[in-house]
Nanobody, 116 residues
Framework: QAQVVESGGGLVQAGGSLRLSCAASGILFRITTMGWYRQAPGKQRELVAA???????NYADSVKGRFTISRDNAKNTVYLQMNSLKPEDTAVYYCNVLTVNGREYWGQGTQVTVSS
């Protein structure tokens, strides 16, 4: 059974750092893209960062230079290092996994709260 499990969220002061992790398991087809989305209260879910084929990255303009996405292919795990956090980064962060046959999987989400 496919599972996508996030961890690493929490409460941090503005200017601080957090590292999110997402582990995918039980997915039969090759994973092409792993990424992070976020959804703040009253807002639509938005792409934060994605990593395709282990090399091509895509970041939201609002996080460029502050967030870094990386992946451990052997563990099917993707990380999001978040530095210089701002209150506007407060949201539920979701891990997203895409496979070569077009299947999509989502994690349950992890809360990130940045206090001012």
């Amino acid at each position: 059974q496919a599972q996508v499990v996030e961890s690493g969220g929490g409460l941090v002061q503005a200017g601080g750092s957090l590292r999110l992790s997402c582990a995918a398991s039980g997915i039969l087809f090759r994973i092409t893209t792993m990424g992070w989305y976020r959804q703040a209260p009253g807002k639509q879910r938005e792409l934060v960062a994605a990593l395709t084929s282990g090399v091509r990255t895509n970041y939201a303009d609002s996080v460029k230079g502050r967030f870094t996405i990386s992946r451990d292919n052997a563990k099917n795990t993707v990380y999001l290092q978040m530095n210089s956090l701002k209150p506007e980064d407060t949201a539920v962060y979701y891990c997203n996994v895409l496979t070569v046959n077009g299947r999509e999987y989502w994690g349950q989400g992890t809360q990130v709260t940045v206090s001012s």
